[in-house]
């Protein structure tokens, strides 16, 4: 069974920092794609950034190129978002989503993850 748990969310700053992180189970990293997305109250999920071990890439959404980090660590079956410089439009529940069948052209889609953490909160004060 795939599980996913997703955590390292907090209150933080302007400017400052956070590690988020998703620990993984049920499944091999080298055959998924693992995601992170957000959602801000009154707005749809939005991807952040995704990576693929089957592509060989890591992505990111427009609004975090610069500022966010994507990372994984397959002996601890976890994957890492570190956020630098971030904004109160950052401010929103954070998931960790994987899938086996994602496409390249789908890795931003929420639709197209099966499995998804539980969401950690990011609450950044201007």
């Known amino acids: 069974e795939v599980q996913l748990q997703a955590y390292g969310g907090g209150l933080v700053q302007a400017g400052g920092s956070l590690r988020l992180s998703c620990a993984a189970s049920?499944?091999?990293?080298?055959?998924?794609?693992i995601g992170w997305f957000r959602q801000a109250p009154g707005k749809e999920r939005e991807g952040v950034s995704c990576?693929?071990?089957?592509?060989?890439?890591?992505v990111y959404g427009d609004s975090v190129k610069g500022r966010f980090t994507i990372s994984s660590d397959n002996a601890k079956n976890t994957v890492y978002l570190q956020m630098n410089s971030l904004k109160p439009e950052d401010t929103a529940v954070y998931y960790c989503?994987?899938?086996?069948?994602?496409?390249?052209?789908?890795?931003?889609?929420?639709?197209?993850?099966?499995?998804w953490g539980q969401g950690t909160l990011v609450t950044v004060s201007s």
């Open positions: 989503a994987a899938d086996q069948t994602v496409i390249m052209s789908t890795l931003f889609t929420p639709a197209a993850y099966k499995n």
């Open positions: 049920g499944f091999t990293f080298d055959d998924y794609a």
């Open positions: 990576i693929s071990n089957s592509y060989g890439s890591t």
